[in-house]
Every structure is written in structure tokens, then in C-alpha cells.
């Protein structure tokens, strides 16, 4: 007994310092000055300098703060929209039975495992002809529909463990669809909601490739798009490519670690429920 | 439990009233209204979808089939194939790297795969037998690869694998290993591959272990009593009562890793541009060149198909048996 103890435990350390040491190598490295880490962040003496924070927060061709500022509000567009709609979607699909019901819920089951790269290129030209190319609502239009068919499917499995007599009941008391569904169901899928807005908002901010494709002005550059053009073409400044991670992973950080349950809650109910 | 296992009927067998569901909400006469009324609830999403999803994947598919002459049929694919880009066997069996994207996506999935899948479910189980802050920080550690933004997780593995900068590098050098290895990974096509497929490994593994650990405590205590009142061994255990219980979270673990090696693109695209030479490409990758740069949609959306073609298969499986409740 006692054995095993101290081979998982010495699994659970190396795990911890192979997992946690490339994280630490990036915050050493941007947190020191750039000359102090050319040859290996883990070499002494150790300086504290935010310098590279400061130059990648107002880089000239990539500055990070303007790069914050647009994906904070693609990502809450993204957020906002495609859970509001999805929810109406996922009672329509879960509680309504009309004919058609079965292919759609396959088709849209079909589109979760649909790669980006199959939309890139007519996308593109769509919202060129829509003039919605380089505008940051354009690109929250393409996530919002691109989240759509997932959240969808996570919410009308939801919807379908719930109760049916408490729509019986609003039904009875001669509530319509629409407001059995406003003031029944709505509230009652605010924690599946909760879960698919941490979610959603942490994939559309972690998106690289439709901001990739969508946006190339470099003051609508959302924030990942900018982490290329940090680096040097020939010379990699890792201080200040450090420092622009670290910014750029701050928010989905941020959003794990107090909305942690709703994240991992999402994650299993999208995927194994 | 649910009593049938195809409880999700097809075509006519719609109009059958499901268990538990009320009669008010279903009746013959009312299917038309019903309809009018579901087309309320589904009107704005389906716009959405429609117009940003399905109808560019069609085009793409309709794309595919053309070239710049005109209808192509599948020639733009039996192109592909020959394509040293895409697939190039003699390199591949020369083990001389590049060996096309193709087969560099097909062997991110043969190491990515089971080195994942298995780890996730190994460290699972391991971390839910003892109680250490160890135990904490290793499963914090693991699970920051699943919010890291894949382009901030590609500089992570560059930095990691740089020749100056990188931790492998120095300390393999510092063992006495020859060049690529004490090298910078990313800048030789015999190591490229290697350097993301690692990463990538760091990164993704915390998936497969949060489902892993979230179907661990599914399972009843009782039966682990059980078995060691037997006199069932730790392994014994893991091997007849764990294993088993968890496999179907273990197959939708493979199966949205399969998902994600074969869209692979973020890292690649930071970390090494699919370089040096070719060696460390992927079909995403080429796709994204082959529109944006080369500004040629035929041979991209052939590609594109192409990963649609690969990833359906396990979508369809996926979708059947969510919907199979």
C-alpha cells in the first residue's frame, strides 16, 4: 500500500514539472529583461523588468492592446449571440415534434465535426460581397453561426432532461409556446447556459484561423493574430513574445479559474453526456 | 437506461410519440402547426447556419470538382495524391523528411493518438487514488494546455524546443545527444515533426484526463469493494472494472483527438510554418497556402474536402450517439 503511494505521488511531481515548467519558462522569460535570457531563462542573476510587457502592449506593427480591446469584443459578441439563438433552436429541436426533426438534428450533429478549412475560402468571398471583410462584426457573425450547431447540441440535451410537467402546467395555464419557453425553460437552462458562454467565449477567443482569413487590418487584428507578428523575422525577441502570450492567455486564464466548474462542466456534457 | 438502442427513428417513424412526452405537446392533427411553430424557433439560426456554414461548404465541395479549365471531377483529388506536398511515400519510406502533409497528419494521429488518450486515462486514474497538493498542481498544470490559445501554445513549443532559448535542447545537448537533438528541433525537417507532435501531446492531454476523471466518478465505489474483497489485484482492477467502464468516454476521447490532429493548424502556423522545408506541414496548412497565398481554390478545396472526407465518418458515428438518448 504504502508503495504505490510514493509511485503515484512521484508520478503526480514529474507530471506537475514537465507539465508546469514550459508555463514557468514563459513567465520567467517575459518578467526578466531580454538580455538576461538569451542563452536560457533558468540562468542567474535574475532582474524583474515589465519592459517587455510595455513594448508588446503598444508593439508598432502588433500592439497588444488594441489586439485586447478586439477580441474582448468578438469574443462577447460571439458569445452573446449564438447562446441566445442556439437557446431557441435547442427548445424548437428538443421539445417540438415536427416533421424533418431527425435529419436536421443529424445534419447539425454532422456540422460539429466539420473542419474550419471546408468554409474558409467561400466565406471569405461572402463577406467580401457583403463588405463585412476587416470588420470585426463580420467576424463575429462567422463564429457566432460556427458555434451554433454545438451549442445546439449541448442545450437540447439539456432541455430534454428536464421536466416536461412544468410545460404542461405553464401550458394549462394557457401559456403559448413562446412564453412557456421565455419564462419556463429559459431560466431554468441558465446553468447549461453559463457553461456554453465559458465555452464559447473561450474558443472564440483562442480562435486563430477565421480571424486569419476574416481580418487583415491591422488595427481590427484580434489578439492571437497578432502573437505571429510579434516574432522577428529573422531574430526572435522571446522576451517579448513571452510577454504577448501571457497577455493573450490572461482572459482564458482568467475565465477558467473562477468559472472553472462551468468550463469543465461544458466540456464533459459536450462531449459525453 | 435507455430501452431501445435506436430510439432515434428515421423518416416516418418521426410521427411516433416518444416516452415521457406529453399529449398536448403532440398530436396527429397538429403536426402542421407544429412545424409553423418549431420554423419560429429555429427561423434565425438556420439563416445563420445556412449562410455561413452550409451553403461555403457546398460551394467548397461544387469547388473541388472544378479547375481552371473547367469541370474536373475527381481530378483535382487523384492530383493530390500525386502531389509530393500532400503524399510523398518514397521519402516516407526512406524515412527522409518531408513526407507531405497527409502522412504528417497521419502520423500526428498515430503518435498524438494513443500517447493522449492513454496518458489522460492513466493519469486520471492515478491522480483519484491519493490524496497530495502534488496531485493539485500537476492536474492545474495539465489542465492550463486545454484554455491555452493554440497560437500561444505553438510559441510555447518553440520557445521550448529553441536552440539558444529551449529547455529540451540544452539538456539533451548537455547529455552529450548529436545535433538536430541538442539543436533547435524546429529548424531541422528530422526533428520538426517530433518537436509539435510533442507539444501538441502537452497540450491536448488535459482533455482526455478532465473526461477521463469526470467518467472515473461515474463509476460505483461499491464495485472496487467488491473486487478487493476478492482479492482482485490494483491492476486486476483497472484491467476488469475501470477499463471497461470507461470505454465509451475513452472513445469519444479518441474521437474528438482524431478531430483535432487532422485540423491541426495554429501551432504549425507559428511554430514552424509547416517548415523547414515542407517537413513539419499539415493539411490545414497547405490549404490555407494553397487559397490564400497561391490563390488557387480548386486544389484548397480539394484539400478541404479532403479533411471533411477524413473527419465525417467519426462525425456521424458522434452524432448518432449523442442523439441516440
Known amino acids: 500500500m504504502r508503495k504505490r503511494n510514493i509511485l503515484a505521488k512521484s508520478i503526480a511531481i514529474a507530471v506537475a514539472v514537465i507539465w508546469a515548467l514550459p508555463f514557468i519558462g514563459i513567465v520567467m522569460t517575459a518578467l526578466r529583461p531580454s538580455r538576461e535570457v538569451l542563452y536560457g531563462w533558468w540562468y542567474p542573476p535574475f532582474h524583474f523588468s515589465i519592459r517587455n510587457f510595455v513594448n508588446a502592449w503598444t508593439h508598432p506593427t502588433a500592439a497588444l492592446g488594441i489586439g485586447l480591446r478586439n477580441s474582448l469584443q468578438v469574443a462577447i459578441g460571439a458569445t452573446v449571440l449564438p447562446t441566445f439563438v442556439a437557446s431557441l433552436m435547442a427548445y424548437g429541436l428538443g421539445r417540438l415534434r415536427f416533421p424533418g426533426r431527425g435529419p436536421l438534428l443529424m445534419l447539425i450533429g454532422l456540422l460539429l465535426a466539420l473542419p474550419q478549412q471546408m ?73 447549461a447556459l453559463a457553461s456554453v458562454m465559458v465555452l464559447q467565449f473561450t474558443w472564440v477567443w483562442n480562435d486563430f484561423f477565421l480571424a486569419l482569413i476574416l481580418i487583415f487590418d491591422p488595427n481590427k487584428m484580434v489578439l492571437t493574430q497578432r502573437i505571429p507578428l510579434l516574432r522577428g523575422q529573422y531574430h526572435v525577441d522571446w522576451g517579448l513574445l513571452s510577454a504577448g502570450a501571457l497577455i493573450t492567455m490572461l482572459v482564458p486564464l482568467l475565465v477558467f479559474v473562477f468559472l472553472q466548474r462551468y468550463f469543465v462542466r461544458g466540456l464533459i456534457g459536450g462531449a459525453v453526456k | 437506461m435507455r430501452s431501445s438502442p435506436r430510439a432515434e427513428p428515421r423518416g416516418r417513424g418521426e410521427g411516433k410519440p416518444r416516452k415521457g412526452l406529453p399529449l398536448i405537446f403532440w398530436r396527429p392533427s397538429r403536426r402542421r402547426e407544429e412545424w409553423v411553430a418549431a420554423l419560429g424557433f429555429l427561423a434565425i439560426g438556420l439563416v445563420l447556419i445556412g449562410f455561413f456554414v452550409i451553403w461555403p461548404s457546398i460551394r467548397t465541395l461544387w469547388l473541388s470538382l472544378f479547375d481552371a479549365d473547367g469541370f474536373a471531377g475527381v481530378r483535382n483529388f487523384a492530383r493530390l495524391f500525386g502531389d509530393r506536398e500532400i503524399v510523398d511515400l518514397g521519402r516516407f519510406l526512406r524515412r527522409e523528411p518531408p513526407w507531405g502533409a497527409l502522412l504528417h497528419n497521419l502520423v500526428w494521429v498515430c503518435v498524438h493518438l494513443p500517447f493522449t488518450v492513454g496518458l489522460g486515462l492513466v493519469l486520471a486514474v492515478v491522480f483519484s487514488k491519493i490524496r497530495s497538493w502534488w496531485v493539485g498542481i500537476a492536474r492545474g498544470a495539465i489542465y492550463l494546455g486545454i484554455v491555452t490559445p493554440l497560437i500561444v501554445g505553438g510559441v510555447i513549443i518553440r520557445f521550448l524546443f529553441d536552440k539558444h532559448a529551449g529547455m529540451a535542447p540544452q539538456i539533451l545537448g548537455a547529455l552529450g545527444a548529436p545535433v538536430p537533438w541538442s539543436a533547435g528541433w524546429t529548424a531541422y525537417p528530422e526533428t520538426a515533426l517530433l518537436a509539435l507532435v510533442i507539444g501538441s501531446i502537452w497540450l491536448w492531454t488535459g482533455f482526455s484526463m478532465v473526461l477521463h476523471s469526470a467518467g472515473l466518478s461515474t463509476i460505483d465505489r461499491e464495485l472496487y469493494e467488491a473486487a478487493q474483497i476478492d482479492g482482485a489485484s490494483e491492476l486486476a482492477q483497472f484491467r476488469y472494472i475501470t477499463l471497461p467502464l470507461l470505454r465509451p468516454v475513452t472513445l469519444v476521447v479518441a474521437a474528438m483527438t482524431f478531430l483535432w490532429e487532422l485540423k491541426i493548424f495554429d501551432i504549425v502556423y507559428v511554430a514552424t510554418m509547416g517548415g523547414p522545408g515542407g517537413a513539419s506541414n499539415v493539411l490545414a496548412l497547405e490549404m490555407y497556402f494553397s487559397a490564400f497565398r497561391e490563390l488557387d481554390p480548386y486544389r484548397a478545396s480539394a484539400i478541404a474536402t479532403l479533411i471533411t472526407l477524413f473527419s465525417l465518418p467519426v462525425g456521424y458515428w458522434f452524432a448518432r450517439r449523442r442523439l441516440r438518448r
Open chain 1, 119 to 191: 468554409i474558409a475560402w467561400p466565406l471569405f468571398r461572402e463577406m467580401h460581397a457583403l463588405g463585412l471583410l476587416n470588420s470585426l462584426a463580420g467576424l463575429v457573425l462567422a463564429h457566432s453561426a460556427w458555434g451554433l450547431p454545438w451549442i445546439v447540441f449541448f442545450l437540447r440535451g439539456y432541455i430534454e432532461t428536464l421536466p416536461v410537467e412544468l410545460e404542461e402546467a405553464a401550458r394549462i395555464d394557457g401559456a403559448g409556446r413562446w412564453k412557456t419557453f421565455m419564462y419556463v425553460i429559459f431560466p431554468l437552462m441558465l446553468p
